[in-house]
């Protein structure tokens, strides 16, 4: 998704050494053996790793056939494996695979021989004994071996164990920018942003660096040294810290699933809303019945300026000139989301550049879109900032469903995607129509022309409609119409210049219009597509440019 975006930390697993040796037991116990033996033997991970795939096979053999385990092993795991009936005097080849497929250990170079019930354990590929087999498994005893392994001098061990790399494989993320770094344990590194872009993986190594671990570019020169800060951080050379982390987190997009539900404040709360995990909600300042929601990774980034608001306004006057259908709703939808945009930003709306008004059945929606200065947020970025509201009218409930999504300009299109699944998601509405009400069959009289002469009409209600000479046509309301000459006018022009000559609404609807198109000349900086803020480099973001 964005999938869930969460990705499982990477463990990348050391490349295998061959077996120097395993003790005395092959000549000893290749005498007396019986062929076709039925063998079970328990294979033990001591090897400081995840072992994935165990293959064992009869020596010299070219078909390793099926791993013999079912799920991983994790360090210090145990698993029975029984083998069957396969013959025995040759002796058997093993080889075992992390989770990513690398191999650990591959002892295909020559033959093994256990007896039935033995134990298989896998050490550490470096170490002096890779693989043991005993006939009784004793924790303690390896837990010996595996501290005098980590604890041996240089002679003794391979030079990159000099620091033990296991104190750095892992998930990291930076403290102060928008990155993580993944060490394995085959001496590589990756880094990832929160958008998702990818770097690596480079070669790391240990044996150079003093106590910490070297990163290198792809060129092979030195990208930065990272050293143990204490439990659970790392410290680079210029003194930022990064936390462990058990999980990749991204910024939120349209394409994440909506895992995370949260319920509206006041009498509203058995109404809920679902959001992506990435995103936090939590009750809006200001909007009695508001929640709002912000990505939990936008620290340093271009996110760091966005974010979404879903609540419910109360609306009252308007019912019965929404209940007429899609053409005279329209109007009406436009002044209610003209109010709640100055009720809810008000003097920040720089330009607004259209509005949108749908009939999807069971709901009117309305969205606008605009430009907002960037002093909307605290400590406000100095370009504008992009703005979606979109107002839904359910029914005569006493309330619309409002979402507005701000975002700097190369961010708003996701944002305003995401606001719009997380509106569908509300749990808010009924079985209301949007159908408009019946047409009466007859005009009331209003002018003394005969059959085929068109004329405007007022029915008991005192709407204005329009007989046309043979059918009855739609005009609107009686108290927002007037006729004068035979015309039809009308009488509330100034509601819709609600902000003024400035602030207008474009009431043109055109079907290749591009609501994310920049409404400037280009002259200035922040009207020019594709423009954003960034001011988190700090040399890391060359990679992700």
């Known amino acids: 998704m964005k999938k869930l975006t969460l990705l499982p930390v990477l463990i990348l697993t050391i490349l295998c050494c061959a077996m120097t040796g395993c003790g005395d037991r092959q000549s000893n116990e290749q005498s007396g053996r019986q062929s076709n033996e039925t063998l079970s033997v328990t294979i033990v991970n001591r090897s400081l790793q995840d072992v994935a795939e165990v293959y064992i096979c009869p020596a010299g053999?070219?078909?390793?056939?099926?791993?013999?385990?079912?799920?991983?092993?994790?360090?210090?795991?145990?698993?029975?494996?029984?083998?069957?009936?396969?013959?025995?005097?040759?002796?058997?080849?093993?080889?075992?695979?992390?989770?990513?497929?690398?191999?650990?250990?591959?002892?295909?170079?020559?033959?093994?021989?256990?007896?039935?019930?033995?134990?298989?354990?896998?050490?550490?590929?470096?170490?002096?004994?890779?693989?043991?087999?005993?006939?009784?498994?004793?924790?303690?005893?390896?837990?010996?071996?595996?501290?005098?392994?980590?604890?041996?001098p240089e002679a003794e061990q391979d030079p990159q164990s000099l620091v033990n790399i296991f104190d750095f494989v892992g998930c990291w993320k930076f403290d102060s920018q928008p990155y993580y770094l993944v060490i394995g344990d085959s001496y590589e590194w990756m880094a990832m942003n929160v958008y998702g872009d990818q770097i690596g993986p480079f070669a790391a190594d240990t044996a150079e660096a003093e106590g910490g671990i070297n990163l290198y570019h792809e060129d092979g020169s030195l990208m930065d040294t990272l050293y143990l800060g204490g439990e659970g951080y790392l410290v680079d050379s210029e003194g930022n810290t990064l936390t462990a982390s058990e999980y990749i987190m991204l910024l939120p997009t349209a394409d994440d699933d909506l895992n995370m539900q949260a319920s509206f404040p006041g009498s509203l709360s058995g109404v809920q809303?679902?959001?992506?995990?990435?995103?936090?909600?939590?009750?809006?300042?200001?909007?009695?019945?508001?929640?709002?929601?912000?990505?939990?990774?936008?620290?340093?980034?271009?996110?760091?300026?966005?974010?979404?608001?879903?609540?419910?306004?109360?609306?009252?006057?308007?019912?019965?000139?929404?209940?007429?259908?899609?053409?005279?709703?329209?109007?009406?939808?436009?002044?209610?989301?003209?109010?709640?945009?100055?009720?809810?930003?008000?003097?920040?709306?720089?330009?607004?550049?259209?509005?949108?008004?749908?009939?999807?059945?069971?709901?009117?929606?309305?969205?606008?879109?605009?430009?907002?200065?960037?002093?909307?947020?605290?400590?406000?970025?100095?370009?504008?900032?992009?703005?979606?509201?979109?107002?839904?009218?359910?029914?005569?409930?006493?309330?619309?469903?409002?979402?507005?999504?701000?975002?700097?300009?190369?961010?708003?299109?996701?944002?305003?995607?995401?606001?719009?699944?997380?509106?569908?998601?509300?749990?808010?509405?009924?079985?209301?129509?949007?159908?408009?009400?019946?047409?009466?069959?007859?005009?009331?009289?209003?002018?003394?022309?005969?059959?085929?002469?068109?004329?405007?009409?007022?029915?008991?209600?005192?709407?204005?409609?329009?007989?046309?000479?043979?059918?009855?046509?739609?005009?609107?309301?009686?108290?927002?119409?007037?006729?004068?000459?035979g015309q039809y006018y009308e009488s509330n022009d100034d509601s819709w210049d609600y902000y003024g000559d400035d602030y207008d609404w474009d009431y043109e609807y055109y079907d290749d219009y591009d609501p994310w198109s920049d409404p400037g000349d280009g002259d200035d900086a922040w009207s020019d597509p594709g423009d954003y803020y960034d001011d988190y480099d700090d040399g890391w973001g060359d990679y992700f440019d």
């Not at 360090?75 to 989770?99: Q, R, T, Y």
Request: charged content about 20%.
């Open 273 to 485: 809303i679902s959001y992506p995990v990435q995103m936090n909600a939590e009750e809006a300042q200001y909007l009695p019945y508001g929640l709002s929601f912000n990505a939990l990774m936008e620290d340093g980034t271009d996110d760091y300026y966005s974010n979404i608001s879903v609540s419910f306004q109360p609306i009252s006057g308007y019912d019965d000139y929404l209940s007429r259908g899609l053409a005279t709703a329209t109007p009406y939808m436009q002044d209610i989301l003209n109010r709640l945009l100055s009720a809810m930003t008000g003097d920040k709306v720089i330009k607004t550049i259209a509005s949108d008004c749908k009939d999807y059945g069971t709901y009117y929606s309305i969205i606008g879109y605009v430009w907002l200065d960037g002093s909307i947020f605290t400590n406000g970025p100095s370009v504008p900032v992009r703005g979606t509201m979109e107002v839904r009218y359910f029914g005569p409930t006493g309330y619309v469903l409002v979402g507005m999504s701000i975002a700097l300009e190369n961010r708003i299109q996701n944002y305003f995607a995401i606001c719009t699944n997380m509106l569908n998601s509300c749990t808010f509405g009924g079985d209301w129509s949007t159908a408009p009400k019946h047409v009466p069959s007859t005009p009331a009289a209003s002018d003394s022309g005969d059959y085929g002469t068109p004329y405007y009409w007022y029915d008991e209600d005192g709407d204005v409609w329009y007989w046309n000479g043979y059918d009855n046509e739609f005009i609107g309301f009686g108290d927002s119409y007037y006729i004068e000459d």
């Open 61 to 152: 053999s070219d078909d390793w056939g099926e791993t013999r385990i079912e799920t991983t092993l994790f360090d210090g795991d145990m698993a029975s494996v029984d083998l069957g009936s396969i013959p025995l005097e040759d002796g058997f080849n093993i080889c075992f695979f992390g989770p990513d497929g690398t191999m650990l250990n591959d002892f295909s170079g020559e033959a093994l021989y256990f007896n039935d019930r033995d134990y298989l354990v896998l050490l550490p590929p470096e170490s002096d004994v890779p693989l043991d087999i005993v006939s009784a498994y004793s924790g303690s005893k390896y837990d010996k071996m595996i501290n005098e392994y980590l604890s041996a």
